[in-house]
């Protein structure tokens, strides 16, 4: 998946029956101006969003509210422009849908800190067993969880 303009974004909306709004361009808009590897959770996004409009306006009625920001991630999960993650903190984290094969993740059961990594091995691996089984890959995602180094030294004194 490219990065996508306003035109594309609503072009991709409005072929699935969307219309393409405000909102939906603000949430969108935050996503692509990430740093590669930032995940946000639905709270995280909106407090974002909350901080970014109070510098252009103050007006509180103006402000996207959280129902709106998970309405439309679900939206953008199955329209195939976000990737939903489920990390260790109990509730869901997401980030644009780059087109990357070999995109995974380690979590720590402690801190939550989580540090993303490639291997093509396990994309390899998957894409055999798939191959075999008659499938077609279209994403792989390994998260693995463990205790990092800052926390088993804290837990260790």
Known sequence: MTFLSDQALKDKLNNRGYRSTAQRQKVLGLFMSLPQGEHLSAEELHATLIKNDLGETASVENHISLSTVYRTLHLMVSIGLLRELELAEGHKHYELNRPLRDHHHLVCLNCNQTLEFSESSIADIGEKT????????????????????????????
């Not at 191959?131 to 990092?148: K, R």
């Open 130 to 157: 798939a191959q075999n089984a008659g499938y077609q890959v279209l994403d792989c995602q390994l998260t693995l969880y463990g205790i990092c180094t800052s926390c088993t030294a804290k837990n260790s004194i």
